[in-house]
């Protein structure tokens, strides 16, 4: 989307469509999505700052992130976000982070991990902590986010999100075990944005393709988003019919 423009309803960029190996040369999860009245980034790979600045997008646009779970491929970029907002891109109004139970501890604690003398330092511009669980409800700007849990850690909380606003609604699965509650959760959405890391490997607690497959006719969205794309299935794209994501892949919804 071009800056300074607002989408009639919602669009979605993508900025990191990969596992958490970088395959293909992709960045890890990260995708824009924006609606009438804001911006909100659904999960922060460590290279968000590198996907959004190829893409002539700046990261002052952002007005809140939402984290499905707190592995580094899908939350490290927070910490980068922070460090833009002291110094590259000053940051006066608040950012607010969604995400499951733990997410201002761990988010600092990255920070400081990685920028250890920034501790102690009061941040210039306010940050405030949602935490969200299987059920909740945020409104974010002019978008409601319902969360829910999937199958993927096996102790900490993992999320799915779906996004309504403008009449609009966006269903991500984050990181997830294939499990028939993708079929209900993703009923009646413009667009499912689904992990799918292997074609037909099993890996614990991520998506096969083969399992999409065999679930095709059951799934009520209107578009089937495939994402979290390992090496095999870059490997074997041209034997998927649907769609696989890319990193800067712009889509509008609705």
Same mark, same amino acid.
């Given at each position: 989307m071009a800056p300074g423009t607002r989408p009639a309803k919602m669009s979605l960029t993508c900025l990191g469509t990969s596992d958490a190996f970088g395959s293909a040369g992709r960045h890890c999860a990260g995708?824009?999505?924006?609606?009438?009245? #804001?911006?909100i980034l659904v999960d922060a790979g460590p290279g968000i700052l590198t996907a959004m600045k190829a893409q002539?997008? &700046?990261?002052s646009e952002i007005d809140a992130v939402v984290l499905s779970h707190l592995h580094g491929d899908h939350f490290g970029g927070v910490a980068f976000l922070i460090l833009e907002y002291c110094y590259e891109s000053p940051r006066e109004r608040p950012l607010v982070v969604? #995400?499951?139970p733990d997410t201002e501890r761990r988010v600092f604690e990255l920070y400081h991990a990685l920028y250890a003398e920034m501790r102690g330092k009061p941040l210039p511009f306010e940050i405030r902590f949602v935490e969200a669980v299987d059920g909740s409800v945020t409104e974010v700007v002019d978008?409601?986010? *319902?969360?829910?849990?999937?199958?993927?850690? *096996?102790?900490?909380?993992s999320l799915g999100h779906r996004l309504r606003a403008g009449g609009t609604s966006l269903v991500y699965s984050g990181d997830t075990a294939w499990t028939p509650d993708l079929l209900r959760v993703s009923e009646g959405a413009d667009v499912f944005l689904c992990e799918c890391s292997t074609f037909d490997?099993?890996?614990p607690r991520h998506v096969r393709y083969v399992d999409i497959a065999a679930?095709?006719? &059951?799934?009520?969205?209107?578009?089937?988003?495939?994402?979290h794309l390992g090496r095999e299935m870059r490997a074997r794209s041209g034997e998927i019919p649907d769609q696989l994501a890319n990193d800067g892949l712009e889509l509008e919804i609705g």
């Open positions: 995708y824009l999505l924006d609606t009438r009245q #804001g911006c002539q997008r &700046s990261p969604v #995400g499951p978008a409601r986010v *319902e969360s829910f849990r999937v199958p993927h850690q *096996e102790t900490a909380i490997t099993r890996v679930n095709h006719a &059951s799934f009520g969205c209107d578009r089937l988003l495939l994402t």
